[in-house]
């Protein structure tokens, strides 16, 4: 067989089933179905099982080809059967006229069935996409309490759909591309023309046109190939199972990218604050919104230099403590065999092997073995004199306050780490130096050109109003300044908010 892809399809249906099999290497799942039109014309269907839909092929093309052929096929001459079945009496949403055998190979690998006629030199693609694919439900990695409950599948068809359900707009474009050698996964960029800049779209094109790899499982291949800077910790794509958050994401400026076989859409660019939001901080009243985006904030911190402070402290600055605490603190790891930074490293390693075990288990069972060991080892490990109690509630409060920053988790576990050992060895002038070492590193971090800690630095007031707290949608009336800053809102809903806020007062 050649691999010519200008190979043009032969006249003989033996000679294409001959090719069509050596093309794929006799694979089993590849299913061929001869068929007659009249006494003279005979045809040939090539589907893959699994990709293509069987009912669908009985319905909508065997039996209008069977209907036809007992009417009125024999009475067509053979050089224009093939564009009566075209355009006359095939039903399917999408058909295409091919010529080689590269194309027909193409179109066989994504669900469509092939239809051949003798002596005719070109087929028909039939879009017969078919197979078990999993219903539309409620993201389990995004729980949402107020809000839609809807989330992406495994099908970029159907995802396409919700995306378009969110955004009835003429403007939202949807281009497609294809990526990997061998798997030719099905890629779609989304993107709101008007809103988005050009630039950033030509970026990210550019970006994925020069990714050059066999295979895309998932969208983590291609986020990790795309990135500004691979050499950090920190995300600088996001990524979402929420067809609302994707929608909001668009209508900011923002660019998605959808990848067939998988839930999770990327976004570009991603920045610092997104981590500490959420799609329901703009479902809820903006006080109490802006108080748990305060309490994420907090809760980074606790994550990342809780274990580090209280080794700094234990080791080198003991007189920062209350004397009575002081004393309680050392009365506890009487009789602990390890130094301080051992002990936090020794607790560190347990909660992680902890939350690891717990993920990656069945879910009833996962959750067992959270309790259970949370429980039994860490009041095991106080009874046997290996951890003091203190350490215990450090890591504890640690542990929690990172389960509420989940985009960050991997993040704050290398900076727990990062700061761990820094106050270890130097306490708490380590922390300084360590905390200057990173704001250099975040401060130099780009997201597709956008400065990853915008807008906290540099600083602009029009867009802290969606950071860290989060004030009224009334007051939002642009978008943010560094995705274009067009206006959201016309200028007479505010003058009227306004109004009414100024008599209220009166």
């Known amino acids: 067989m050649s691999n010519d892809k200008s190979v043009q399809i032969s006249e003989s249906l033996e000679e294409i089933e001959c090719q069509i099999r050596s093309k794929f290497g006799n694979s089993a799942d590849l299913t061929f179905r001869e068929f007659g039109l009249g006494p003279t014309n005979q045809g040939l269907l090539v589907f893959i099982a699994g990709l293509a839909g069987h009912e669908y092929i009985s319905m909508s093309i065997l039996k209008p080809l069977m209907e036809f052929a007992s009417l009125r096929a024999g009475d067509i001459p053979l050089q224009s059967l093939l564009d009566v079945l075209h355009r006359q009496v095939l039903s399917n949403s999408q058909i295409v006229m091919v010529n080689t055998y590269a194309e027909v190979t193409k179109g066989l690998l994504v669900g469509k069935t092939a239809l051949f006629l003798e002596q005719a030199e070109s087929a028909l693609l039939l879009d017969t996409f078919g ?30 759909s919700l995306l378009r359900r969110k955004i009835s707009d003429e403007n939202l474009r949807i281009e497609s591309m294809v990526l990997g050698q061998r798997t030719n996964t099905q890629i779609n960029l989304a993107y709101i023309e008007g809103l988005a800049n050009p630039k950033l779209v030509v ?27 691979p050499q950090s910790i920190f995300p600088t794509v996001g990524s979402t199972e929420k067809p609302d958050k994707l929608a909001a994401k668009l ?17 570009v660019p991603y920045l610092f604050v997104e981590a500490f939001q959420n799609p329901e901080d703009y479902y809820a ?19 990342t230099m809780l274990p580090a402070f209280y080794v700094a402290i234990q080791s080198f600055h003991q007189e920062m403590l209350p004397t009575s605490l002081l004393i309680n603190m050392s009365a506890g790891r009487e ?14 390693l347990m909660y992680e092997i902890l939350r690891e075990a717990g993920v990656r288990m069945p879910r009833t069972v996962g959750q067992a073995v959270s309790i259970v060991g949370a429980l039994v080892l860490g009041e095991a490990a106080v009874q046997a004199g290996i951890v003091s109690q203190a350490m215990v509630i450090v890591v504890s409060l640690t542990a929690i ?28 002038f380590g922390w300084l130096i360590s905390i200057l070492a990173l704001f250099i590193h975040m401060a130099n971090i780009r997201s597709f050109g956008v ?17 860290m707290v989060r004030l009224p949608l009334w007051s939002m009336i642009s978008r943010p300044s560094l995705l274009g800053g067009t206006r959201r809102q016309g200028k007479k809903g505010m003058m009227q908010r306004l109004a009414k806020l100024k008599g209220n007062k009166n």
Do not use: H, W
């Open 251 to 267: 209508l900011e400026g923002r660019v998605g990218v959808l990848v067939d076989g998988t839930p999770f859409v990327l976004t």
């Open 401 to 428: 306050s990172g389960f509420l920053i989940p985009p960050l988790t991997s993040s704050m576990s290398l900076l727990r780490l990062y700061f761990l050992i820094a106050t270890g060895f130097l306490g708490m």
């Open 131 to 160: 197979g078990k694919t999993r219903s539309v439900d409620q993201p389990e990695t995004e729980v949402t309490v107020r809000g839609p409950r809807e989330g992406f599948i495994e099908n970029l068809g159907t995802n396409t």
């Open 451 to 467: 400065i990853y800690l915008s807008p906290l630095i540099p600083s602009n007031v029009g867009d802290l109003k969606d950071s």
């Open 285 to 303: 009243r903006p006080y109490y919104t802006s108080i748990i985006r305060l309490i994420r904030s907090l809760c980074f911190y606790f994550s």
């Open 335 to 348: 009789g602990i065999p390890f130094p301080v930074i051992v002990e936090a490293l020794l607790m560190g």
């Open 203 to 229: 970026e990210l094109k550019n970006r994925l046109k020069s990714i050059d790899i066999d295979a895309i499982l998932e969208s983590g291949y291609i986020e990790q190939l795309i990135e500004d800077t």
